[in-house]
């Protein structure tokens, strides 16, 4: 590196309460195409350090005022990238010792050799140039590293979703086939238990036409009550397999929702149930067959009454997008046991005492008849959201 180099990179600020060697130095430095500035004080010079930065300072011992060794120290922790060389006429060990540690990078007896002094400013500069190299490769370690560490929190957060949406497509799928296994069996077995049942109904009436005894003709009602049951129980499990007759026309879901939330008027008020409408946006008409809408409202509507019977709030949020219509259904209930919630579209999971378990299964089949989504968005002790989304474009 030669000094004409150097002087083009290198700013170097003198120090010296002595105008000759300011002069001398400043003439030498000069000469070897240094940036060279000159102060005769310490506090000027640190002002002078603020505003032009120097790569290096030459900084005399013994000054008035702010003397070297304390203006050494505050060079080095306010301004780490100016290095020091230190300017004594004391030679002493101890001194020697003192400034190294105070941050000095070298120090120079006077009188100085011309010589000397250029070699030893010349090796404090290539040091200085390694270390701020050394400093700026760490701090470009760190963040590389940093960025690698945000990389693979994304890629892990993009594996975690990735995961739960293989998850939820493993668990469709799992619901499709018993659906369809449902279908095929429920088929079989509405055809083989509703001949027998009929015959039991049949010499059932024969039985009670020609009867008197007003106990037995009571025990021959309670036959006919469980020959429906059997009945609707075959039903609700054909409903949840595969789609009935139905009939497609122009729906407004928000007069099916008032007309199913009024049915369960007298419910809601004997629990003391308040019911909430939050229609923020009603949506155009939906290609629907209405019957089909209604069941997915009553069976959630029924949950909801069902999971609070001392009072609490119903709730109903209706809103739409443009591409579909969101429908929330909140309560204020216990809410649905985490163990329980990849069960209850299940046909015959029920918690109830007396329940089927195929209302959430019906539900769901008729959601995802019109491409929809069903799902739990909420479930804690201050009740559940089921959310229902339908396309508006549903045929």
């Known amino acids: 590196m030669t000094g004409e180099t150097r002087g083009n990179q290198a700013k170097i600020l003198i120090i010296d309460d002595e105008k000759i060697i300011l002069d001398l130095t ?11 500035l000159t102060t005769p004080d310490a506090i000027t010079g640190i002002e002078m350090i603020r505003s032009a930065k120097p790569d290096l300072v030459l900084l005399d011992y013994m000054m008035p005022g702010m003397d070297g060794l304390t203006a050494l120290k505050e060079i080095r922790k306010e301004f780490p990238d100016s290095y020091v060389i230190m300017f004594t006429g004391k030679g002493s060990e101890e001194i020697a010792v003192e400034l190294m540690k105070a941050g000095a990078s070298d120090y120079v007896l006077k009188p100085f050799n011309n010589q000397d002094l250029a070699d030893r400013i010349d090796n404090v500069l290539k040091i200085r140039a390694m270390e701020i190299r050394n400093r700026e490769l760490l701090r470009e370690r760190e963040r590389l590293l940093e960025e690698i560490a945000a990389w693979n929190r994304e890629l892990e957060q993009r594996v975690q979703e990735k995961s739960e949406a293989l998850e939820k ?147 109903v949020e209706l809103d739409h997008d443009g591409q579909e219509v969101t429908v929330r259904v909140s309560d204020t209930g216990k809410g649905i046991p985490r163990d329980h919630l990849s069960n209850i579209f299940d046909p015959f999971f029920t918690t109830k005492s007396s329940g089927s378990g195929m209302g959430l299964a019906v539900v769901r089949r008729i959601v995802k008849t019109y491409k929809g989504k ?11 959201t089921f959310c229902v989304k339908l396309p508006i474009a549903a045929r």
């Open 26 to 36: 400043s003439i030498i430095l000069k000469n070897r195409g240094y940036q060279v």
């Open 169 to 315: 497509v493993q668990a469709e799928i799992v619901q499709t086939e018993k659906l369809a296994a449902l279908g095929y069996l429920s088929a079989g077995m509405a055809h083989e238990i509703r001949n027998p049942l009929n015959s039991i109904s049949l010499f059932t009436q024969l039985l009670k036409s020609g009867m008197e005894d007003q106990e037995k003709l009571e025990y021959i009602d309670k036959i006919f009550k469980e020959i429906d049951r059997i009945d609707g129980i075959m039903r609700k499990l054909l409903d949840a397999s595969k789609r009935p007759k139905f009939e497609i026309k122009d729906v407004s879901i928000d007069r099916i929702i008032d007309t199913t939330l009024e049915t369960f008027k007298p419910q809601t008020e004997l629990h003391g149930i308040a019911v909430e409408r939050d229609y923020r946006c009603i949506p155009p008409p939906l290609r629907a067959d209405p019957s089909e809408l209604e069941q997915i409202f009553t069976n959630l509507f029924l949950n909801a009454i069902h999971e609070m019977p001392k009072s609490g709030k119903l709730k």
């Open 374 to 384: 069903i799902e739990v968005e909420k479930s804690d002790n201050n009740g559940t």
